[in-house]
């Protein structure tokens, strides 16, 4: 049988996209050795265990969701508002694609128990907040801005399961205009 070249970011693109349709448990490594075109015992030469393999895949997933995703935050010739909502925009299409939901949050639920992941899962929660919190500070008090992206994060993943559950994308929608009417309102603080 011929030897399959594969370029190592098509590799894991591959390898992340099974996981992400099936889940972690519902994914085998035949599963990941058809979707390469690579044989299993190819795979088992470079990763010895599924769980070794999906800690890289992990660590890829979380540089492109850096890369596409949270990278919005630097891009100083916007407005804060509109990175805020560029960046949620750009993760709504992926957790829209093909009515997926969040990778990291799929994971999460699936694997947390457990821990196999918890800390890729935790650095791609909080940089994700941190992010948001960064884009917030602009506009709000630091201390109130980081409470606020933490809390964000954690009501965009209920909108991303309502979303799932029923289709309708108007829990996005409501999530991205309210959140970036965060930072067009009045400023307030929070006094503890």
């Given at each position: 049988m011929p030897v399959t070249k594969i370029d190592k970011n098509d590799f894991l693109l591959r390898c992340w996209e099974m996981f992400h349709l099936n889940g972690y448990y519902n994914t085998s490594m035949q599963n990941l050795a058809a979707a390469t075109g690579l044989q299993?015992?190819?795979?088992?030469?470079?990763?010895?265990t599924k769980?070794?393999?999906?800690?890289?895949?992990?660590?890829?997933?979380?540089?492109?969701?850096?890369?596409?995703?949270?990278?919005?935050?630097?891009?100083?010739?916007l407005p804060p508002e509109?990175?805020?909502?560029?960046?949620?925009?750009?993760?709504?299409?992926?957790?829209?694609?093909?009515?997926?939901?969040?990778?990291?949050?799929?994971?999460?639920?699936?694997?947390?128990?457990?821990?196999?992941?918890?800390?890729?899962?935790?650095?791609?929660?909080?940089?994700?907040?941190?992010?948001?919190?960064?884009?917030?500070?602009?506009?709000?008090?630091?201390?109130?801005?980081?409470?606020?992206?933490y809390r964000l994060v954690m009501e965009y993943e209920g909108a991303v399961l309502f979303y799932k559950?029923?289709?309708?994308?108007q829990y996005l929608e409501t999530f991205v205009h309210r959140t970036v009417g965060l930072l067009t309102e009045p400023v307030t603080t929070v006094n503890n």
């Amino acid at each position: 049988m011929p030897v399959t070249k594969i370029d190592k970011n098509d590799f894991l693109l591959r390898c992340w996209e099974m996981f992400h349709l099936n889940g972690y448990y519902n994914t085998s490594m035949q599963n990941l050795a058809a979707a390469t075109g690579l044989q299993k015992a190819g795979l088992y030469h470079h990763y010895p265990t599924k769980e070794d393999l999906m800690r890289r895949v992990m660590e890829f997933a979380l540089e492109q969701f850096r890369l596409y995703v949270l990278a919005v935050a630097d891009e100083t010739g916007l407005p804060p508002e509109q990175r805020l909502e560029k960046l949620l925009r750009r993760h709504k299409k992926l957790a829209t694609l093909h009515r997926r939901g969040c990778f990291f949050a799929n994971i999460a639920l699936e694997t947390g128990r457990e821990g196999l992941f918890n800390e890729v899962l935790k650095t791609a929660m909080t940089d994700w907040a941190e992010t948001v919190g960064r884009i917030l500070s602009e506009r709000l008090p630091a201390e109130q801005a980081r409470q606020e992206a933490y809390r964000l994060v954690m009501e965009y993943e209920g909108a991303v399961l309502f979303y799932k559950i029923t289709g309708e994308e108007q829990y996005l929608e409501t999530f991205v205009h309210r959140t970036v009417g965060l930072l067009t309102e009045p400023v307030t603080t929070v006094n503890n």
